[in-house]
C-alpha cells in the first residue's frame, strides 16, 4: 500500500506556491485508466500526474481514475484522503475524491464505488459498472465540504474518507458523515485510488488506510 504523510507546516509552506514544487516523475508503480469514449483525440499524456512531495499532483483532461495495484482494503477499514483543490477557473461543477472496491480496473467489465466532490459544495456516490455508472446518491449539499474560492488562496483542503465496518459504510468529508449505506449496496472491498473527472487541479497529500 502506498500512503504519502507529511507534517502540516510542510504542506503549508509548498501549496501556497505549487508552480515551485518538484517535480519527479509518475509516482513509482501507480496506474491509470481514462474514462472511454469521452474527450475524443486526447490520449494518455493529456493526464498530468507527477510525484509532488509532500504526495502527488494530478490535472486531468479526460476523466481519469489512478490506483496503485497493492493499494487494496477488505473487511473492516478506514480509507482516507487529504485532498487540496487548485483553481477550478470556473468548472465548479466537476468532480474529484476516491474510489473504493475496484476490479478488473484495466479490463471492459472494471467495478468500482467512487465518492466525489465539486466545488459547489456538493457530493456524490457512484458506482462503476463496466460502461455503466449508477448513481447511488445524487449531487448534494453539504456544509462539510470546502470550496475553492480567490478568498481561499492558492488552494483549498478536503478530507475524504470511506469506513467499512460490519454490515455499513459510512462515506466521510472533514470527519462528519454525509452518507451511509448497508455494505451489500456499497461493495467497499477492493482495491482503492483516487478519480478525477475533467480539467481538475489537484493535489493528493495523503491516501491510504487512517491509523
Not at 507546516?9 to 481514462?34: D, F, I, K
Not at 447511488?136 to 478536503?158: C, E, F, L, P
Not at 465496518?165 to 470527519?175: C, D, M, R
Request: glycine share 10%; hydrophobic share 40%; charged share 20%.
Amino acid at each position: 500500500m502506498r500512503v504519502f504523510r507529511v507534517l502540516p507546516y510542510v504542506m503549508a509552506a509548498v501549496l501556497c506556491a505549487p508552480a515551485v514544487l518538484s517535480a519527479q516523475g509518475r509516482p513509482a508503480g501507480w496506474l491509470t485508466r481514462l474514462d472511454k469514449g469521452e474527450h475524443a483525440g486526447h490520449g494518455a499524456d493529456s493526464l498530468a500526474f507527477q510525484d509532488m512531495k509532500p504526495g502527488f499532483h494530478v490535472t486531468t483532461g479526460p476523466a481519469a481514475i489512478l490506483w496503485h495495484p497493492d493499494s487494496s482494503a477488505r473487511g473492516n477499514f478506514t480509507i482516507e484522503s487529504t485532498l487540496h483543490l487548485f483553481d477550478t477557473k470556473g468548472r465548479d461543477r466537476e468532480g474529484y475524491g476516491v474510489f473504493i472496491g475496484g476490479r478488473d480496473l484495466n479490463a471492459d467489465a472494471q467495478r468500482y464505488t467512487y465518492f466525489l466532490l465539486r466545488n459547489d459544495g456538493k457530493f456524490i456516490v457512484k458506482q462503476r459498472k463496466g460502461a455503466e455508472t449508477p448513481t447511488v446518491v445524487a449531487w448534494t449539499d453539504h456544509a462539510s465540504i470546502n470550496k475553492w474560492s480567490t478568498a481561499a488562496g492558492s488552494s483549498v483542503k478536503n478530507v475524504l474518507a470511506v469506513k467499512a465496518a460490519g454490515p455499513t459504510v459510512q462515506f466521510l468529508v472533514n470527519g462528519q458523515v454525509v452518507h451511509s449505506a448497508p455494505r451489500a449496496s456499497a461493495i467497499p472491498d477492493g482495491l482503492f485510488g483516487i478519480r478525477a473527472n475533467h480539467s481538475v487541479n489537484l493535489h493528493v497529500q495523503t491516501i491510504g488506510r487512517a491509523p
